[in-house]
């Protein structure tokens, strides 16, 4: 659905992270290897990361940050009121573009039709076109492995630029701890 990037996020106790890689591709061509598709957020409490239209992304992130402020950061309160706007704006439903958000306490996934999913395991996410080679990673490697956070997220990621040609190695990672 969206080529060229990949966003992990991975929500531990005491603990969020959240990581992308830097490829940006149109068409069958790479424009960009060094882009940034993540960001902290409210005072720095809220870490987001986005797949899809570069310019979909940045009004996401926008309208966002003022659900945040309103509810002062209250994540899950912000995410629902998000996502009642999105469903409701006939603009925004053509917007082509996906979001990662989460604190320490929520991980929520918000698609492009105003959808609003929380994992299943209430802690790893992905999106993108190589979203699911970096959770089946993140997964194996928090299952079988004693990795910190922040390094299980950036060797999942490693993985995904392997395996997918939309996503590429040049990762960055951010994180919130106690």
């Excluded at 990037?5 to 790479?30: E, H, M, P, R, S």
């Excluded at 004693?146 to 950036?154: A, E, F, G, N, R």
Aim: charged share 25%; aromatic share 8%.
């Amino acid at each position: 659905m969206f080529d060229a990037t990949t966003i992990l996020a991975y929500k531990g106790q005491g603990q969020a992270v959240i990581g992308g890689d830097g490829q940006v591709t149109f068409g069958n061509t790479v424009l960009k290897g060094n882009a940034t598709k993540i960001r902290t957020l409210y005072k720095d409490q809220i870490l987001a990361g986005f797949a899809g239209s570069t310019a979909d992304a940045f009004n996401l992130f926008d309208m966002f940050e003022t659900h945040l402020e309103t509810t002062k950061g209250d994540l899950l309160k912000a995410v629902i009121a998000f996502s009642k706007e999105w469903r409701k704006d006939k603009v925004l439903r053509r917007l082509e573009a996906m979001m990662i958000v989460l604190n320490k306490e929520h991980i929520f996934i918000l698609s492009g039709t105003g959808d609003v999913v929380e994992p299943e395991d209430g802690s790893i996410a992905s999106i993108g076109s190589g979203g699911n080679f970096a959770i089946s990673a993140a997964r194996a490697l928090a299952k079988h492995s004693d990795l910190k956070p922040i390094d299980l997220v950036k060797e999942s990621l490693m993985i995904a630029g392997e395996l997918c040609i939309y996503t590429n190695q040049n990762i960055k990672i951010l994180e919130i701890e106690d």
